[in-house]
């Protein structure tokens, strides 16, 4: 799904990521790990451009999107991104929150698709009735593209318990359920993959069992994600892939067993000794 080729990101003279390179199946959970300041989360915000690379290559679904040239909001869509402090809005309530993004492009592939039958129908007018192109099926409005997402989105909040806060702001929300608000918002987009930047690293310890749990489910699901996380017992039970990177290098990666249970390089020997 994701093919990263020699991924570089520079900030001014600071060289942050050198050389990345890693494939993600369909289906991978893999869980980045790290010392704070080497790399995690800009490689991490590079995956879906919200960090420009330097050089290298993203292939995702077939396409470089590290392409200046590529629109990547259209691939944008199909990358779920939750964050380390939630980034809700506050002014809008929870169910407001997990629509905004579907409402929005539905109606925007709705005012594209008027837009190209008003000129089909304009073309239509001259020319001969056997060469006359078909317009784009438009079966929904406005009005319904909103009832579609709210019943979708009382559905995602339904599967973590929470659709008693449907109209509540997210300011009356514990931490815990803020970030499960974060996720159903992303799930909202029917993404192919999921990015997670420290997803529980803002909570109080009582609070990050009931958000790993809700990402637990989803890898039993079969959602794709790439985790950066210092939670290392998650990573030992869920992912099927873990890469530690130190000063912008992949020094080690292997499965969860290999990783922790015999780990090959000096540094990750010493960055586990001193986590586990």
């Not at 973590?160 to 702001?169: F, M, N």
């Amino acid at each position: 799904m994701i093919d990263v080729i020699n991924l570089e990101k520079h900030f001014g003279e600071t060289q942050v990521l050198r050389g990345i390179d890693v494939k993600i199946e369909k289906g991978d959970i893999v869980v980045v790990i790290g010392p704070s300041g080497s790399g995690k989360s800009t490689f991490l915000r590079c995956l879906n451009c919200m960090e420009d690379p330097t050089g290298g290559q993203i292939v995702f679904r077939g396409v470089d999107i590290a392409d200046q040239k590529v629109d990547i909001n259209v691939h944008r869509r199909h990358m779920g991104m939750v964050f380390q402090h939630f980034n809700l809005f506050n002014n809008k309530t929870v169910i407001e929150n997990i629509m905004l993004a579907p409402v929005y492009l539905r109606c925007q592939d709705l005012r594209r698709a008027k837009r190209t039958n008003f000129y089909t129908s304009f073309a239509n007018l001259f020319r001969k009735e056997e060469k006359k192109k078909e317009l784009l099926p438009i079966s929904t409005g406005k009005a319904e593209i909103k009832k579609e997402a709210r019943e979708e989105a009382l559905t995602l909040l339904k599967r973590i318990g929470l659709e008693d806060k449907a109209e509540v702001y997210p300011s009356t929300l514990s931490g815990g359920q803020k970030q499960r608000v974060a996720i159903v918002r992303s799930l909202a987009m029917n993404p192919d993959v999921i990015l997670f930047d420290e997803p529980t690293s803002a909570l109080d310890p009582e609070m990050v069992g009931e958000v790993l749990d809700l990402m637990k489910a989803l890898a039993k699901d079969g959602m794709t994600m790439i985790i950066v996380t210092h939670e290392m017992g998650f990573a030992r039970e869920v992912a099927n892939k873990v890469l530690f990177i130190d000063e912008g290098q992949i020094l080690e990666s292997g499965s969860p067993e290999e990783f922790f249970g015999n780990p090959k390089n000096p540094r990750l020997k010493e960055f586990l000794s001193k986590v586990l």
